[in-house]
């Protein structure tokens, strides 16, 4: 079992900067994937970036690409989410997942994570 929680979200103007951090805890590490996920009242739950935990791998939205970076601290099992040039459609509650043995061709899909965190809002006024 992996227990996520994030924090980090708010209210923030366009073209602003936001840092959301992912902490987990239990059985976390070693061959597992990270990501971030947003969603949208109504709307799917949608990919925006992972890192794989054993080697670092980033993997990003194209929406999100060149704005957003994603990193992970493998010592204090945290992860984070450095987003710039915030956009109004950025607006969303972004969630932490984390899940094993999640192959390239899976990283984006919401369904290969196993574990959840509770997510939090971010806005981005314009």
């Known amino acids: 079992q992996a227990q996520l929680a994030e924090s980090g979200g708010g209210l923030v103007q366009a073209g602003d900067s936001a840092r959301l951090s992912c902490a987990a805890s239990g059985r976390t590490g070693g061959r597992y994937v990270t990501g971030w996920f947003r969603q949208v009242q109504g709307k799917e739950r949608e990919f925006v970036a992972a890192?794989?935990?054993?080697?670092?791998?980033?993997y990003y939205a194209d929406s999100v690409k060149g704005r957003f970076t994603i990193s992970r601290d493998v010592g204090k099992n945290m992860m984070y989410l450095q987003m710039n040039s915030l956009k109004p459609e950025d607006t969303a509650t972004y969630y932490c997942?984390?899940?094993?043995?999640?192959?390239?061709?899976?990283?984006?899909?919401?369904?290969?994570?196993?574990?959840w965190g509770q997510g939090t809002q971010v806005t981005v006024s314009s």
């Open positions: 890192v794989r935990w054993d080697g670092g791998i980033t």
């Open positions: 997942a984390a899940g094993g043995g999640i192959i390239t061709s899976s990283v984006r899909t919401p369904s290969a994570y196993r574990y």
